[in-house]
């Protein structure tokens, strides 16, 4: 069975600060991993996923996240935050090669970005 | 391309009314889901299907259906509708291979 923990279910950061969301997994299975971006009454945007290639993944608007098995965490950071980052962040897990590729979802943070 | 489209966007329902929801994707995906997302917990998935004919429970499945008689669609029914089904619906599907997933926009529903 798979499932995810997201510590922090809200986040304030400064502009120009380092923001860390962190995300730990439980999958029986080797897992693929996602992290979603979801603006204010908007769908789910893909920022960027694990599938078992690096483990330091790049993704969209300057994020990243890294793949760390022996902690089972896969934390999601960005150098310096913008004022167009506050959203609701949701981590993801799917198991690799599963029946089923369904994903299941932490309960989200949400990020505030104070000027 | 398309994608992933869910019908409606927006609706409103009295208490105990039916309605369904519709998911279509052209890219010949074997795999959809429909999830509700509300607030503080995240998305649930509510049922699936692992290919045409085919569906299955998923975490809150109580109060829904769904079919999947065409391989392309995935169908959310609601048949007595009660406020605590008030919530964002999202549809969503993949490949065999399961390593991108593609979510719908989104379906707003609201039971008063």
């Known amino acids: 069975a798979q499932s995810v923990t997201q510590l922090g279910s809200h986040v304030s950061v400064s502009e120009g600060a380092l923001v860390l969301l962190r995300c730990n997994y439980s999958?029986?299975?080797?897992?693929?991993l996602f992290w979603y971006v979801q603006y204010p009454n908007q769908g789910l945007q893909l920022l960027l996923k694990?599938?078992?290639?690096?483990?330091l993944v790049k993704g969209i608007n300057g994020f990243e996240a890294e793949f760390k098995k022996s902690e089972t965490s896969f934390h999601l950071t960005k150098p310096s935050a913008h004022m167009s980052d506050a959203a609701e962040y949701f981590c993801?897990?799917?198991?690799?090669?599963?029946?089923?590729?369904?994903?299941?979802f932490g309960t989200g943070t949400l990020l505030a970005v104070q000027p | 391309n398309a994608g992933v489209t869910q019908t409606p966007k927006f609706r409103v329902l009295k208490t105990g009314q039916s309605m369904t929801l519709l998911c279509a994707q052209d890219?010949?995906?074997?795999?959809m889901y429909w999830y509700r997302q509300d607030p503080g917990m995240g998305l649930r998935l509510i049922h699936y299907?692992?290919?045409?004919?085919?569906?299955a429970k998923g975490e809150v499945p109580d109060g829904y259906n769904v079919s999947r008689l065409k391989k392309q669609n995935f169908l959310l029914g609601l048949e007595s509708a009660a406020p605590s089904q008030t919530s964002v619906y999202f549809c969503?599907?993949?490949?065999?291979?399961?390593?991108?997933?593609?979510f719908g926009e989104g379906s707003w529903l609201t039971v008063v």
């Open positions: 969503a599907s993949t490949g065999t291979s399961g390593n991108t997933i593609y």
């Open positions: 999958s029986s299975v080797p897992p693929y």
């Open positions: 694990y599938t078992s290639a690096a483990t």
């Open positions: 993801a897990v799917s198991p690799y090669g599963g029946a089923t590729n369904k994903l299941i």
């Open positions: 890219m010949n995906h074997e795999y």
């Open positions: 299907s692992v290919g045409e004919g085919t569906t």
